[in-house]
């Protein structure tokens, strides 16, 4: 008998994203999986229930998920989701679990065995499962086309025999994937672009992409990364020179972009409404952290907000604007991270709980919270064999 794959219809309503499409449907089915995906699962990203159908998927109803054996998700279900699952189903999804203590331990009370696709460690193994850069990538590309949207005044030069239009001063506060995209795109564009990060390693990148780098480069900036390749947290004297150098950087620019996060604490603040009320008249701003706090004094979510003058842009779920893409990669980035957890002889699931892949990213297991970041202290016991 196959193991079945649900695939879920996302239930939050500013979610416009699936965990499948045809070609991973495709893919599951080889793999050995009968697949069911909720029906109108995939609408909002362009893919027809007919199109599943075509590829051996079948379409059903939330029911079917209750003799699933892997639910597959774009976010952490609910606590009505779950009382759906039989115990021991895996399910696999974007969990967000920092903050959210009490949703994992409701997982692990209902038996679940869940993973967070956003811990996936950045390995080479692992790139082609990499949700992170994957989603992130694609909202970089479409922060620029939203404040190219916003903004009144064309983006490249260009030379007419009525004028002359300037180009557009873009400038991008973080150049991780996020941020290397937005760069990439308003240059293609046509924009002049500027960038900062806290990692040495960032200045290389922007530099091979056209634009210049923008940071005070003492010894704390020197060291400022870390083994993951994250930004650190950096000392508040260094942060008060960044933030002078940045101010005077801002007050120039047409558009500017902020893409600073860093894992399990609220967004840091970036932009005060001081760098705003300098810059330019129908200047534009456009917050990639707003689901974290945001980095602009004054964004508000899911708004274009007038502050000191300047269009802030508060977007969340940034990737989610352009569905089609975004599903398209998410759901290889799950199929390739279910595949490593089929036996390829006999086409059957099975976990190897020693797999480095595994071990990164699964959240509950056999009724606990078993990820030692997450694990409650006052209740130290963890499955063994489990990590």
């Known amino acids: 008998m196959s193991n079945l794959v649900f695939v879920?219809?996302?239930?939050?309503?500013?979610?416009?994203?699936?965990?499948?499409?045809?070609?991973?449907?495709?893919?599951?089915?080889?793999?050995?999986?009968?697949?069911?995906?909720?029906?109108?699962?995939?609408?909002?990203?362009?893919?027809?229930?007919?199109?599943?159908?075509?590829?051996?998927?079948?379409?059903?109803?939330?029911?079917?998920?209750?003799?699933?054996?892997?639910?597959?998700?774009?976010?952490?279900?609910?606590?009505?989701?779950?009382?759906?699952?039989?115990?021991?189903?895996?399910?696999?999804?974007?969990?967000?679990?920092?903050?959210?203590?009490?949703?994992?331990?409701?997982?692990?009370?209902?038996?679940?065995?869940?993973?967070?696709?956003?811990?996936?460690?950045?390995?080479?193994?692992?790139?082609?499962?990499?949700?992170?850069?994957?989603?992130?990538?694609?909202?970089g590309y479409q922060a620029v086309i939203e404040a190219a949207a916003v903004y009144d005044r064309a983006l490249p030069m260009m030379m007419t025999a009525a004028g002359t239009v300037p180009a557009a001063k873009v400038f991008v506060m973080g150049a991780g994937v996020a941020g290397l995209q937005a760069i990439a795109t308003a240059r293609r564009l046509g924009a002049l672009v500027s960038a900062t990060d806290v990692r040495p390693a960032a200045k290389e990148q922007v530099a091979s992409l056209g634009a210049k780098f923008i940071a005070v480069e003492d010894e704390e900036f020197k060291a400022a990364e870390t083994a993951g390749g994250y930004a650190k947290e950096m000392s508040r004297e260094y942060q008060a020179k960044q933030a002078a150098l940045v101010a005077e950087h801002i007050a120039k620019q047409d558009i500017i972009i902020t893409t600073a996060l860093i894992p399990g604490r609220p967004a840091p603040r970036l932009v005060g409404r001081d760098m705003l009320k300098a810059m330019r008249p129908g200047a534009v701003a456009v917050d990639l952290a707003i689901e974290r706090g945001g980095n602009i004094e004054g964004a508000e979510y899911d708004k274009v907000a007038d502050v000191e003058g300047v269009k802030v842009i508060g977007y969340p779920n940034m990737a989610g604007r352009i569905a089609a893409s975004a599903s398209a990669l998410y759901a290889k980035n799950l199929?390739?991270?279910?595949?490593?957890?089929?036996?390829?002889?006999?086409?059957?699931?099975?976990?190897?709980?020693?797999?480095?892949?595994?071990?990164?990213?699964?959240?509950?297991?056999?009724?606990?919270?078993?990820?030692?970041?997450?694990?409650d202290p006052d209740q130290p016991t963890v499955k063994k064999g489990d990590l």
């Open 8 to 139: 879920a219809k996302e239930s939050a309503a500013e979610e416009t994203r699936v965990a499948a499409s045809a070609e991973s449907v495709k893919k599951m089915r080889n793999l050995g999986f009968d697949v069911v995906i909720e029906a109108g699962a995939g609408a909002l990203s362009r893919i027809p229930d007919t199109e599943f159908e075509a590829v051996g998927g079948r379409i059903g109803s939330v029911e079917d998920a209750r003799a699933a054996d892997v639910i597959l998700k774009v976010r952490r279900p609910t606590a009505g989701e779950i009382s759906g699952y039989k115990n021991g189903a895996i399910v696999i999804a974007v969990m967000d679990p920092y903050g959210n203590e009490a949703a994992l331990a409701e997982m692990a009370r209902a038996g679940i065995t869940s993973f967070a696709m956003e811990l996936m460690p950045r390995i080479t193994r692992a790139q082609s499962m990499d949700v992170l850069s994957s989603q992130a990538n694609l909202a």
């Open 335 to 375: 199929v390739t991270f279910l595949e490593t957890m089929v036996d390829k002889d006999s086409k059957s699931l099975g976990l190897n709980r020693a797999d480095g892949l595994i071990k990164a990213t699964m959240l509950t297991d056999g009724g606990e919270v078993v990820h030692p970041n997450f694990v």
